[in-house]
């Protein structure tokens, strides 16, 4: 496996101007406003896959859908399902079958897991998507993202959250981020941030990025980045 072996890999995220993505309960906050959220569903009707981790559908369950009926019938024309596959990453098989993204709306659906997962969890979640087993303790991020580039997704858009944006950017595996800083501050000092996990010490080749673009949206301003000089390899913490 090589490098070019894996789909682009973009975050997109929302974050208060003290760069929170959620309350300190851990609930989710609209931060962006209407011109934001259409931006965000342009970028999924444009992605092969929309990945998040067990914990962001825990918290928040959401669908990963398209929500504009026009991109989902331009994606239907072109000869592709209505949404994106949607991925959790999830080592020991936690998604409940009733999620949103299991059960709304047409298209694939992928779980990785890791061995810790019990058989009796992988096979009730097997009839709602395809498991990938990627890694023993933890999801294998690297395994997973050459998993996908062989069912040929090509673009994967990750919505979080901070643990698993941890996870990939410290392991190298991110290209570019989205990131939206709306006009709140939510405070509270473990209140999640756009990322999470371990952080990068004095001595670590910490992640370094380049801004290609700045727009004033809404009440707030979008911030596109390029990652230049990626991490060094991290503890995996996927979930």
């Known amino acids: 496996m090589t490098q070019i072996d894996r789909p682009t890999v973009f975050i997109n995220a929302a974050m208060s101007a003290d760069g929170k993505i959620s309350t300190v309960q851990g609930t989710q906050t609209r931060i962006s406003g209407k011109k934001d959220r259409d931006r965000v569903d342009a970028l999924k009707a444009g992605s092969d896959a929309i990945m998040v981790g067990i914990g962001t559908v825990l918290a928040d369950n959401p669908s990963l ?55 009796e969890d992988i096979n009730r979640l097997g009839k709602k998507a395809e498991i990938l087993i990627c890694g023993t303790e933890e999801v294998d991020l690297k395994k997973l993202l050459y998993e996908l580039w062989l069912r040929d997704i090509r673009r994967v858009m990750v919505e979080g959250g901070a643990t698993l944006n941890w996870s990939l950017i410290s ?7 989205y990131t939206y800083v709306g006009n709140m501050i939510l405070g509270g000092k473990t209140a999640p941030t756009l990322v999470g996990g371990k952080g990068f010490g004095a001595d670590d080749a910490v992640v ?21 000089a990626k991490g060094g390899e991290m503890e995996n913490e996927t979930a």
Request: aromatic share 2%; net charge positive; proline share 2%.
């Open 65 to 119: 859908t398209v929500k504009s009926k026009k991109r989902r019938e331009k994606r239907k024309a072109e000869g592709l399902d209505e949404n994106p596959v949607r991925i959790v990453v999830d080592s020991t098989a936690r998604t409940p079958v009733e999620a949103e993204l299991l059960v709304k709306g047409e298209g694939k659906r992928i779980i990785a897991v890791s061995q810790r997962a019990v058989l």
């Open 208 to 228: 370094k990025l380049e801004l290609l673009d700045m727009e004033k949206l809404d009440e707030g301003v979008l911030l596109r980045w390029r990652v230049t």
């Open 171 to 177: 392991q190298g595996l991110v290209d570019e981020l």
